[in-house]
């Protein structure tokens, strides 16, 4: 089960940063300078590891999928919430790929309901 999905404008615009700038990731971001936003890098710009969690992957009909962490203690805090993210006018962080395009990307949650929660309790690890 994935907890992350993507909504068409925004996976049009990632269409369109991968175009300039290869195969991209999100790590969504837990605060302090960037706020509490899916931060877009070139994949492999933003090092991960064992303090990560990979929500999934993002299918935006390129060739590969497009992955998307966040660190383990905010996702403590997110468990029981599926992400969507999305895309707005507006200034973002200026660590992410979108910055330049007068856009931000953001998360949208929900609560997952009680199937995917029991889903996500058999999902192995």
């Known amino acids: 089960m994935s907890l992350v999905d993507i909504t068409g404008e925004a996976a049009d615009l990632v269409r369109r940063l991968t175009a ?21 890098y070139p994949d492999g710009e933003f090092l991960t590891g064992p303090a990560d969690v990979h929500l999934g992957v993002l299918d935006v009909g390129l060739d590969r999928p497009v992955p998307v962490w966040m660190s383990a203690s905010q996702h403590e805090y997110w468990k029981h919430t599926h992400l969507t993210i999305d895309v707005v006018p507006g200034r973002g962080a200026g660590f992410s790929l979108e910055a330049p ?18 889903g996500q309790a058999r999902q192995p690890g």
């Open 20 to 40: 300039a700038n290869g195969p991209v990731m999100f790590h969504q971001s837990g605060g302090c300078c960037d706020g509490s936003a899916p931060m877009c």
């Open 101 to 118: 395009y007068g856009v931000r990307f953001l998360v949208r949650s929900r609560l997952l309901t009680d199937e995917e929660l029991a």
